[in-house]
């Protein structure tokens, strides 16, 4: 068996439903006006993936593992190579009463969040709520167009990527690299938050020659957090052991819990641009 070479790569890409050729996520801002997902608060410029991350669908993961730069490829995959198929027993019905009780009024086309399963509210009669908590892909067969811009191989630009990927975004991080040596000052109780995944990311900064170097600091005034979405991560996938079905079961018993009991909803309108990455 031939060991896949990891990279760390600048690709664009545009991601289409194969039958309608509907557009659902793209890094092109011009394509995003077009196909109506136009975000203003995303940047649009090539994305900086780390291959076998599972930062995109597997499949695409792998063509781009074997791309040059400059080269560009068209990905089709079926729906259970993308995003699964459609199941049934993802489809709950909840009371409107627990919708009620937080002063919410569900409508079609609503989208909530129960605990950490994403659904769209189907239909609202007798005094009951239909949520689809399905991937609003699934069951569709898609295609993506996939240019690889550039692969990083420079030590200290990997060493920039990796601080940009996994801890820009981290309140009061700060950052030093000489001669492919990444040194990343957190604040002590960040730092001990992130002990395991720190341990990861080093991991695999290891692996593409860099040596990751930790310093705490201490914050003066508020105490900082990380921002949400950076404190429900999971590690990066390298540690990770759990099989592809394990999802839709997580989701299945989240939402069994919402339809036994009361559940704090957070709620948005629908977008017309979906969730095209699976989470890590």
Known sequence: MV??????????????????????????????KKAGIYDERRK??????????????????????QMNEGEKQLV???????????????????????????????????????????????????????????????????????E??????????????????YYEKIPGAKKKIESGVLIVTLSKNLMKNLEEINKSIAGIA????????FKEEDMVGKEVELPKELNESKKPSKEKESSPTEKPKSINKIADEAKQQTKKFDVSRDSSTTIQRPKK
Do not use: M
């Open 3 to 32: 060991e896949k070479k990891r990279k760390i790569v600048k690709i664009n890409f545009v991601g289409k439903e194969a039958l309608e050729g509907k557009v659902f996520d793209t890094t092109n801002e011009q394509e995003a």
């Open 44 to 65: 649009y410029e090539p994305l900086t993936i780390i291959t076998g991350e599972k930062e995109l669908l597997e499949k695409v993961e792998d063509v781009i593992e």
């Open 76 to 146: 089709k995959l079926l729906s259970n190579e993308a995003f699964g198929e459609r199941k049934q027993e993802l489809v709950r019905v909840i009371p409107i009463k627990n919708f009620h009780d937080q002063k919410i009024n569900p409508f079609p086309g609503l989208v909530v969040r129960v605990a950490n399963a994403i659904g769209k509210v189907q239909s609202v009669t007798s005094g009951r709520v239909r949520i689809d908590f399905n991937h609003p892909l699934a069951g569709r067969d898609v295609e993506y167009y996939v």
């Open 148 to 165: 690889l811009v550039r692969e990083i191989k420079d030590n200290n630009e990997i060493a920039e990527a990796i601080y940009e990927k």
């Open 206 to 213: 290891k692996e593409f020659g860099v040596e990751l170097k």
